[in-house]
């Protein structure tokens, strides 16, 4: 069984469209992260919610939306497309265990956005 | 701020060889952690290995280990009886533990390509 799946693998769209990716944990984890990878790999965190609130949000545009449904699910809402968000997005889940100072993160599969 | 930095941007190993990829970080912090990820043509991004800053004694997993250096501020990676599946982009990752556990923000290098050779 996937822990970390997106929907869709692969998103091709025209500039100043509104579109959304999806993802869901099965692992129960508390908290959920988008990452942004772009074209030279570089590999940057966007957001990430626990418990519903969003904890950490790295200055990307507010064109980027993440909404958490419930704690299964971290949907990334990207509204008026530019060509400078074609990347790949990987969401990622972490656990919490009380009174450790780490839990690994669980990346998803990505999703590759190409903005035409 | 915490900057990660790999220099190698590709590198290339035959078959059952010995390669060690380089990373060093810029951090004031004392306590931290260092991943080595690796991220193969599927885009899948796993997590190879792991210390903790705070830990003298190198980790080593299977066939992977790192040299990490603190005063140094370097983090290696080595991999030995390189095989054809480690073909793949490696990702040197920091992170500063968070006082809840919550928000834990990698910082990632930029990677190395690495290609092993039959």
């Known amino acids: 069984d996937t822990a970390v799946s997106q929907t869709p693998k692969y998103l091709v769209t025209q500039m100043g469209n509104d579109k959304s990716i999806k993802c869901e944990q099965n692992l129960g984890h508390d908290t959920m992260y988008w990452y942004k990878q772009d074209s030279k790999k570089f590999l940057k965190i966007m957001f990430s919610?626990?418990?519903?609130?969003?904890?950490i949000n790295e200055t990307v545009p507010n064109r980027f939306s993440p909404k958490s449904p419930d704690k299964a699910h971290l949907n990334l809402h990207i509204n008026s497309l530019e060509l400078g968000d074609s990347a790949v997005y990987f969401c990622?889940?972490?656990?919490?265990?009380?009174?450790?100072?780490?839990?690994?993160?669980?990346f998803g599969p990505g999703t590759r956005l190409t903005v035409l | 701020a915490q900057t990660v930095t790999q220099s190698q941007p590709e590198m290339s190993v035959q078959e059952a060889e010995t390669v060690t990829l380089s990373c060093t970080y810029d951090t004031s912090e004392n306590n931290y952690y260092l991943f080595w990820y690796k991220q193969p043509p599927s885009r899948q991004m796993i997590l190879v290995i792991r210390q903790e800053a705070y830990k003298q004694q190198n980790a080593t997993e299977n066939r992977f280990s790192v040299n990490f250096q603190k005063a140094a501020k370097s983090f290696s990676l080595k991999i030995s009886d390189s095989q054809l599946g480690d073909t793949a982009m490696y990702f040197c990752a920091f992170m500063k533990p968070s006082v809840d556990n919550y928000g834990q923000n990698f910082v990632f290098g930029p990677g190395t390509r690495l290609s092993v050779l039959p």
């Open positions: 919610y626990n418990n519903k609130e969003l904890i």
């Open positions: 990622a889940s972490s656990p919490y265990l009380a009174g450790a100072s780490y839990n690994e993160q669980f």
